[in-house]
């Protein structure tokens, strides 16, 4: 039975931030010495998505939402902490069961805290998920960089629900900190009952690299027939099927069925590099000029990226070849962030957020000064991660 290592979870962010990581080295570049995500034991040989619930298709004008509709979505916002959003769902809407439930959500709301500290909050990342271990875990010259960085399907729906467990809450960075009136950046304050963990998910590299074919992971993220984020997913006989086999589908269904395990509808952050497209369409026009669906590919991952945004997903730079911001030449970075700008960023928006490659911080534990700092200011960027697996938050 293969041993699995069980990595040391990372760490999180704010101003000139911290702490995420990086995967199984791309085109050629070493591997990252430093690694994440709690694991378990090994996974069965192949993995099953969790079971889908179809949403039915909305015909002709919507139908103004009923009483009891309206009290339900302003308990469902209650849940995940959003209180002001769910008196505001009830603004008119009077009956016993209407003023009940506003009591409720007012009770729920005096009894939060403020979480007591914003540079202590963990960030746990993964990479892609492994549906298919057998595949993964083949003997090849790729199994050794799975058995460190990744995670298999069902290790990772045993993480999650331990995670909920134990007071753990999903956070936005925005939730976290962000600019003041005099554009500094500035922490904000985190409303949660008393028990409650904030901490910060995220995931690598989520562009479904060509060297993963064949080894048992998802192919791309996709909208299936109800407008719903899910995988693409071809098993061992060949058989491509739709459903949840990565993190951002299985995320989306856990807080649907848990929405306190969300604050406030926030998800995770999911880091994308460009040399092989993203989000599994190879859409980078530099390496794929060939490519006849170039821009039908653009346009779907578009759309996926727009609705994983409005599901609660924030997207963050992973540099667009997978390079070490510490080491690299000024030269080299600065071609990798206009390739990453002209070919990444119009698909996924604007974003305010760097993953380091190799959770290589370009400053260590000193401040952020200096030319490469200036320049990923200058382009935008406000939270920067790294990895330390020696502590479990770190700012």
Same mark, same amino acid.
């Given at each position: ?21 990086? &995967? ?23 993995? &099953? ?73 963990? +960030?746990? !990342?993964?990479?892609?998920? @492994? ?32 995670? +909920? ?42 562009? $479904?690299?060509? $060297? ?16 719903? @984020?899910?995988?693409? #997913?071809?098993?061992? +006989? ?6 949840? #086999? ?7 269904? $856990?807080?649907? =069925?848990?929405?306190? !395990? ?7 952050? @999911?880091?994308?590099?460009? #040399? ?13 000029? =060939? ?8 346009? &779907? ?6 609705? *994983? ?8 730079? +992973? ?5 070490? *911001? ?12 206009? =390739? ?17 490659? !190799? ?8 401040? $952020?000064?200096? &030319? ?10 406000? !939270? ?12």
């Amino acid at each position: 039975m293969l041993q699995r290592t069980h990595l040391a979870a990372a760490v999180v962010a704010a101003s000139a931030l911290a702490l995420a990581g990086c &995967t199984p080295a791309p085109q050629g570049e070493p591997a990252p010495s430093k690694q994440a995500a709690t694991v378990s034991s090994p996974a069965p040989a192949t993995e &099953t998505p969790s079971t889908q619930t179809p949403v039915p298709e909305a015909s002709g004008k919507p139908a103004q939402p009923s009483e009891a509709e309206l009290i339900g979505k302003a308990k469902a916002l209650a849940a995940g902490y959003d209180y002001d959003a769910a008196a505001k769902t009830l603004a008119g809407v009077a009956g016993p069961e209407a003023e009940s439930a506003r009591a409720g959500i007012a009770k729920a709301k005096a009894g939060t805290v403020v979480w007591e500290d914003n540079s202590k909050i963990s +960030h746990l !990342f993964f990479h892609s998920l @492994v549906v298919d271990p057998k595949r993964a875990f083949d003997g090849d010259d790729r199994q050794q960089g799975y058995l460190d960085y990744m995670v298999t399907m069902s290790e990772f729906n045993k993480i999650i629900p331990e995670l +909920h467990k134990r007071g753990f809450v999903l956070v936005n960075p925005a939730d976290i900190a962000g600019l003041d009136k005099n554009s500094k950046m500035a922490y904000r304050k985190i409303h949660l009952p008393k028990g409650k963990t904030p901490i910060v998910l995220s995931e690598d590299d989520v562009s $479904y690299y060509e $060297y993963m074919d064949g080894d048992g992971f998802p192919s791309k993220l996709l909208l299936d027939d109800h407008g719903q @984020v899910k995988n693409e #997913y071809t098993d061992a +006989h060949g058989k491509t099927t739709i459903g949840a #086999y990565d993190m951002v589908p299985l995320i989306d269904e $856990y807080v649907q =069925k848990h929405p306190d !395990f969300s604050y406030r509808g926030s998800k995770g952050i @999911v880091a994308l590099t460009g #040399y092989n497209g993203v989000l599994g369409y190879r859409t980078s026009k530099s390496e794929y000029p =060939k490519n006849k669906t170039l821009a039908k590919d653009t346009e &779907t991952a578009t759309q996926v990226a727009d609705t *994983m945004k409005a599901n609660g997903w924030v997207f963050a730079s +992973h540099s667009w070849g997978h390079i070490d *911001m510490g080491k690299s030449p000024m030269p080299r970075i600065t071609r990798d962030m206009r =390739k990453w700008d002209a070919e990444v960023r119009p698909i996924i928006g604007d974003t305010d957020q760097l993953i380091y490659p !190799f959770g290589a911080d370009i400053a260590h534990v000193e401040k $952020y000064k200096g &030319t490469r700092y200036d320049m990923l200011k200058k382009d935008g960027f406000d !939270f920067f991660y790294g990895v330390d697996g020696t502590a479990t938050s770190w700012v």
